[in-house]
Nanobody, 114 residues
Framework: VQLQASGGGLVQNGGSLRLSCAAS????????VGWFRQAPGKERDMVAE???????NYANSVKGRFTVSRDAAKNTIFLQMNSLKPDDTAVYYC?????????WGQGTQVTVSS
């Protein structure tokens, strides 16, 4: 069972990135999934989530700029990030959870230069 996150990198202020999180060993369709992020010296905070009914929820700081989605055929979660700001700089972690279990990806670094 594994979540493999990818797509992070260095981008300029106002740029875009698309994060991916591929699941193996289990089927994402049965899980609520999403993304957290953790900046240096700060707590890990929820960024975006999508539940099994495809209802989405976003942190206020990213509403209108980020979009979370899932692709059942690819068994993958995505986070499209537009209009990136230096405050978005963090390690981004994907997760998948049910009432019984929870899985985390390894994290991918996103750095936004000013």
């Amino acid at each position: 069972v594994q979540l493999q996150a990818s797509g992070g990198g260095l981008v300029q202020n106002g740029g875009s990135l698309r994060l991916s999180c591929a699941a193996s060993g289990f089927t994402l369709n049965y899980y609520d999934v999403g993304w957290f992020r953790q900046a240096p010296g700060k707590e890990r905070d929820m960024v975006a989530e999508i539940n099994v009914f495809d209802y989405t929820n976003y942190a206020n700081s990213v509403k209108g700029r980020f979009t979370v989605s899932r692709d059942a055929a690819k068994n993958t979660i995505f986070l499209q990030m537009n209009s990136l700001k230096p405050d978005d700089t963090a390690v981004y972690y994907c997760y998948a959870k049910t009432l019984a279990r929870q899985y985390w990806g390894q994290g991918t670094q996103v750095t936004v230069s000013s």
